[in-house]
């Protein structure tokens, strides 16, 4: 990649043709400051220059990685061919969080498939970290439920299970979703306990 924000030959192009994978390539020196491309599945970071220093800095890598990875991007990083020195590709990824490691642009068959891998494989981080947060949420939400249950089975002298029945009924009547209801009487508790 002499142009490293185009690849060379018509590879974006086949890329996108053949394979129906828009890829977008990137220098480091301008990943900083250049937008990435809102249409792109996978961007290609070029880290060779980088990784050819002496001590090459992994933060700078890792903050560029995560950078575009936040804005929903597969990262992969390109990086020298093996006979050069280069770290160990999974010491790389696993430094840098990056989403793959290619050493060449061709033969596009074998890009195309790494490129996609990386796709998938980010994308599906993503799925397992928005369901991982759905899943805090729930338990949140679960959690002040119990709490305000316990607060009105003390407050009323009624079970727990009338207390649960007693929350979702005044949800329903004041359309209200039963956490929500949860956290406003845990919110005035303290003024009931004194």
Known sequence: MTDASELPGGIRQQLESQHGLRVRAVPMAASESDPADGDAHVVILDSRATLRQKTPHFDILTDHVKRLQSQGLAVVLLADHEGQSVP???ALLSASGADGVIVDLEPVEQLASALWSAYYGQKRLRQVAEQLEQANRSLEDRKAIDQACQI??????ISESDAVRMLRHEA?????AMAELARSILAAGPLFEA
């Open 88 to 90: 160990p590709y999974d």
């Open 152 to 157: 009105l089975a003390r407050r009323r002298e």
């Open 172 to 176: 329903r009547s004041r359309r209200v």
